[in-house]
């Protein structure tokens, strides 16, 4: 297995090295060189960590280095990241409109709706809560365009008023993206001669040298003055960004490499909204729900779906073991998966139960469980129906408590858990229980714990 991803991996650097990044001036192996650097950061769990992961997913989305598959992975890492950050709203510092308009960027960039991420709109959110500086503003409305949404007259009165105003790089540059995606729409295209004065007034801000201060400010500033004019270098922006290039390839870090990468392939955020997502994807690329959301909605059940209630009256520290397996009968034995799936009650464990089910090839780890009900009643679990699948509220007689933070996390194991080296979070289930196909000599645990 360990053999297999690195191989893929190493296929994958291949591929986006050798694939042609094209510019205006033609190709360049230092874009090549800096997308191979930053495939090389990429960790164990498909991101790059943190805020970092919807940088690089942007820059390697837009420019479409590697495979489908490959940044899909990318994409679910990122959406468990998120996830966990709104769960843990109340020990983390809130995410900033700047944090939520890269994560609705990065996921337009996919297809995916940032308008319905399990239960949360991003961009309702970014719409009611105005960041206070012009540049952050600017960028979200960036991202609230790219997502199609209609931007409000107040916000695009704000966006002129930063237009028409003496201000940084940073601000002359977002505000320009944001307005440049606003009047793609027809019916602000009215609006579309406002943009000269904050474009002459960004390229008047070009230094001697070709850059325009800092590596985030000359990437920013190409990628909203995207056309060669005389007002400004293009060239020679470039030329003052390549030579700051490291020998491996980076610009110092994942960001910042990101940014630039966007810059000099003429792929920038500014073409967000331009994906086409009329192209659909596989159908297991369009499985993106995270195996943990809050419990957000409630949608009707159907009647044939497992509900049931265990007695809770269970002692503090108990420990049970049941080793039964159950085989449905075929008539190729050969193609059964057998899998091991742990329940635990606690943050610190305070009750542990395990089970082999034998399942038949292809089964999902939802038909696993129905099974596991079946045999043994701490198992047996409610669950509501959602469009993209069941969410699991409860088990083994706890429901999901959201006002005490307390939820259910699904995890695939290389090994029986171990309640005295609890897993990391890197190793959530990629997908939901209808989405996830269980394989032979898998382990499952189901934990109850306060995020």
Not at 1 to 29: A, K, R, W
Not at 46 to 69: E, V
Not at 129 to 154: M, N, P, Q, W, Y
Not at 214 to 220: E, F, Q, R, W
Request: hydrophobic share 35%.
């Amino acid at each position: 297995m360990h053999f297999y991803f690195t191989s893929f991996l190493c296929l994958n650097i291949i591929l986006c090295f050798t694939s042609e990044v094209l510019t205006q001036d033609g190709d360049l192996p230092e874009t090549q060189q800096a997308l191979q650097w930053l495939l090389s950061q990429r960790q164990k769990d498909w991101g790059w960590g943190g805020i970092d992961t919807t940088q690089a997913l942007l820059a390697i989305q837009l420019s479409q280095c590697g495979d489908q598959l490959e940044r899909e992975l990318t994409a679910k890492q990122m959406e468990v990241d998120l996830v966990l950050q709104l769960w843990r709203h109340h020990e983390n510092p809130a995410l900033t409109p700047a944090k939520i308009a890269l994560y609705s960027l990065a996921m337009s960039s996919i297809c995916h709706d940032p308008r319905q991420f399990h239960g949360h709109d991003l961009i309702g959110s970014l719409l009611h809560h105005e960041a206070e500086s012009d540049s952050e503003f600017a960028f979200c409305s960036l991202a609230i365009c790219s997502s199609g949404t209609h931007v409000r007259k107040r916000h695009l009165r704000r966006l002129l008023n930063i237009a028409n105003s003496k201000h940084t790089v940073e601000s002359l540059s977002t505000v320009i993206l944001a307005l440049q995606c606003i009047v793609k729409d027809h019916r602000n295209r009215n609006i579309a001669h406002y943009l000269k004065k904050p474009i002459l007034a960004l390229a008047r801000l070009q230094q001697a040298d070709g850059g325009f201060g800092s590596l985030h400010n000359t990437a920013l500033a190409i990628q909203a003055l995207h056309d060669d004019n005389e007002s400004w270098n293009r060239s020679l922006a470039i030329s003052w960004l390549l030579t700051h290039q490291g020998p491996s390839g980076d610009f110092f870090d994942v960001a910042t490499t990101s940014e630039v990468i966007m810059a000099i392939s003429q792929k920038g955020v500014g073409l967000v909204r331009e994906v086409d997502c009329d192209v659909k994807p596989t159908s297991e690329s369009e499985a993106s729900t995270a195996a943990i959301i809050p419990h957000l909605a409630i949608l009707p059940t159907k009647p044939n779906m497992t509900v049931s209630k265990a007695n809770k009256n269970k002692s503090t520290s108990k420990e049970a073991t049941t080793d039964d397996s159950i085989t449905k009968v075929q008539e190729d034995k050969n193609e059964d998966a057998t899998v091991t799936y742990t329940l635990w009650v606690g943050s610190n464990v305070t009750e542990n139960y395990t089970i082999s089910i034998t399942t038949p090839h292809n089964s999902t780890f939802y038909n696993v469980m129905q099974l596991a009900a079946e045999k043994d009643s701490h198992y047996e679990f409610s669950a509501t129906e959602w469009p993209n699948g069941h969410y699991v509220h409860t088990l083994a007689g706890f429901k999901e408590q959201p006002m005490s933070y307390h939820y259910w996390l699904l995890y695939r194991l290389p090994s029986l858990p171990d309640s005295n080296n609890p897993p990391g979070n890197q190793l959530v289930a990629p997908t939901g229980v209808d989405d996830l196909i269980v394989q032979d000599d898998e382990h499952y645990l189901f934990w109850y714990k306060k995020l």
